[in-house]
């Protein structure tokens, strides 16, 4: 935690999305061509930039953003300690024109993952239901092959195969999911997340309801229905690293003379991380997992 009680974790995700947005640039249009053997129209740009969404989607259901609009939405009711702090949440409240707002996000990472509570409702079919099952396969299957890890022994072929295949699966689903408002609402709300952030980090807003820190603050506003944040930010960050790797493999996915899992690498981490936050049960004979 930092000295003002949120995690560093949550600005430093912030911090490297908007990173991979401001490098891929205009290299994130619609036109980009297959690359490596993955057998999926996906650029690494396209990737990165749905890896940084995937982040956005999991904060959303820890209300970080909500939060901040609920905050903003009673300002003319509360009792602001500092002109500075009224300043703030009156910028906020300006500049929420140009953002998504709450219905339109939960639209867009319904379509994109299948998440949040955008994706209980499917009257036309366009929530993505296969996603979330698909990065449970793909966690699943390296997660199996790090039983098979020793000192400096990597997995077998036989287990980087049921990988590749899990991530080429998984990179087919999202491929349709790259087209339409996606970058420009990565840009959007990678801008409301990180003001969200700022302002809830403040110190005078933690004096209007008597907290200390950022995610209490957060819980005081969403009080009673107070989502269960360190899950959320798990499967987000984890998810995103996830994403990125794949982006970083891309070319080596359809070669299986090329290394996918050195015995270092930090994807058994993220994998394991992301089963155990999602709560999927990927044992053998669960009823939730994929054919």
């Given at each position: 935690?930092?000295?003002?009680?949120?995690?560093?974790?949550?600005v430093a995700g912030?911090?490297?999305a908007?990173?991979?947005?401001?490098?891929a640039?205009d290299?994130?249009?619609?036109d980009?061509p297959?690359?490596?053997g993955?057998?999926?129209?996906?650029?690494?740009a396209?990737?990165?930039?749905?890896?940084?969404?995937?982040?956005?989607a999991?904060?959303?259901?820890?209300?970080?953003?909500?939060?901040a609009?609920l905050?903003?939405e009673?300002?003319?009711?509360l009792n602001?300690?500092?002109v500075r702090a009224?300043?703030?949440?009156?910028?906020?409240?300006?500049?929420e024109?140009?953002w998504?707002?709450r219905?339109s996000?939960e639209a867009?990472?319904?379509?994109?993952?299948?998440v949040?509570a955008?994706?209980t409702v499917?009257?036309d079919?366009?929530v993505?239901h296969?996603?979330?099952q698909l990065m449970?396969v793909?966690?699943?299957?390296?997660?199996r092959?790090a039983?098979?890890l020793?000192p400096?022994?990597?997995p077998?072929?036989?287990a980087?195969v049921?990988v590749?295949t899990?991530?080429?699966?998984?990179?087919s689903n999202?491929?349709?999911?790259q087209f339409?408002?996606?970058v420009f609402a990565?840009?959007?709300?990678?801008?409301e997340?990180?003001?969200?952030?700022?302002?809830?980090?403040d110190p005078?807003?933690?004096?209007?309801f008597?907290?200390n820190?950022?995610w209490?603050?957060v819980r005081?506003?969403?009080e009673?229905?107070?989502?269960?944040?360190h899950?959320?930010?798990?499967?987000g960050?984890?998810?995103?690293?996830?994403l990125g790797?794949?982006?970083s493999?891309?070319g080596?996915l359809?070669?299986?003379?090329?290394q996918?899992?050195?015995?270092t690498?930090p994807?058994?981490?993220?994998?394991?991380?992301?089963?155990a936050?999602?709560g999927?049960?990927m044992?053998?004979?669960?009823?939730?997992?994929?054919?």
């Amino acid at each position: 935690m930092s000295r003002n009680g949120y995690d560093p974790s949550i600005v430093a995700g912030l911090a490297r999305a908007a990173r991979t947005l401001a490098a891929a640039g205009d290299g994130l249009n619609l036109d980009l061509p297959p690359i490596g053997g993955a057998g999926t129209g996906l650029g690494a740009a396209a990737i990165n930039a749905l890896s940084a969404l995937y982040f956005y989607a999991e904060l959303e259901q820890a209300g970080i953003i909500t939060a901040a609009e609920l905050l903003v939405e009673a300002r003319a009711g509360l009792n602001i300690p500092s002109v500075r702090a009224a300043e703030k949440l009156e910028q906020f409240a300006q500049r929420e024109r140009d953002w998504y707002d709450r219905h339109s996000r939960e639209a867009l990472f319904a379509r994109l993952f299948g998440v949040g509570a955008g994706a209980t409702v499917d009257a036309d079919g366009g929530v993505n239901h296969a996603f979330e099952q698909l990065m449970a396969v793909l966690c699943a299957a390296i997660d199996r092959a790090a039983t098979e890890l020793g000192p400096n022994a990597p997995p077998s072929v036989q287990a980087e195969v049921q990988v590749r295949t899990a991530a080429t699966n998984l990179l087919s689903n999202l491929e349709p999911r790259q087209f339409g408002n996606t970058v420009f609402a990565a840009r959007r709300i990678q801008d409301e997340l990180t003001v969200a952030t700022q302002l809830l980090s403040d110190p005078d807003v933690d004096s209007i309801f008597h907290t200390n820190g950022f995610w209490a603050t957060v819980r005081r506003i969403l009080e009673p229905d107070v989502p269960d944040f360190h899950r959320f930010v798990d499967m987000g960050q984890s998810g995103q690293h996830l994403l990125g790797w794949l982006a970083s493999v891309l070319g080596a996915l359809g070669d299986v003379s090329q290394q996918l899992l050195p015995a270092t690498s930090p994807v058994y981490a993220w994998a394991s991380t992301w089963l155990a936050a999602s709560g999927i049960d990927m044992s053998p004979g669960s009823q939730r997992r994929a054919a």
